[in-house]
């Protein structure tokens, strides 16, 4: 018979462990918010439901180790981003504009990070552009950047 609610002042810390929980054995469980630290799954995760579930998110500067399939919400740059094929990359978005109108990709004006442009690839962008002292831009060979 599965579990399905746990009191949690009823287990003493470090008892349950997987000896003791079956797979399937808990059909549902309410753990306050920051009740688990961490979590290392086998196999996907399913999340089912209406509501929405919270990622991480921190600064450019708090990101944490690269690994391809990472995925957060930069609040530097105010967007969701992921790690693919040695870069951190724009998640989602795209062309923007008044009601359905999909007419309008903006960029910032001035490059502050080192940027290589992903091989086998081409960039764009446009208007005045400032590249920070110190700050590289790598276009590999075959690749283009143009600025219109």
């Keep these: 018979m599965p579990l399905t609610r746990i009191k949690s002042s009823a287990i003493a810390t470090g008892v ?7 797979d399937g054995g808990v059909a549902s469980v309410d753990i306050a918010d920051g009740g688990v630290a ?3 799954l086998a196999s996907n995760m399913v999340l089912t439901g209406t509501d929405s579930i919270t990622l991480p998110k921190g600064t450019t500067a708090q990101r944490g180790t690269a690994a391809d399939g990472k995925f957060r919400f930069n609040t530097t740059l105010n967007q969701f981003e992921g790690y693919s094929n040695s870069a951190w990359g724009a998640v989602g978005g795209g062309a923007t504009g008044g009601g ?11 490059v502050t990070t080192n940027y290589t442009i992903s091989t086998n690839k081409n960039a764009v962008s446009a208007g005045t552009l400032t590249v920070n002292s110190g700050v590289t831009v790598t276009v590999p060979s075959g690749a283009r950047w143009v600025v219109v």
């Design 16 to 22: 349950v462990g997987s000896t003791q929980l079956a």
């Design 100 to 110: 359905s109108d999909q007419v309008f990709i903006e960029n910032d004006q001035t």
């Design 38 to 40: 961490s979590v290392d």
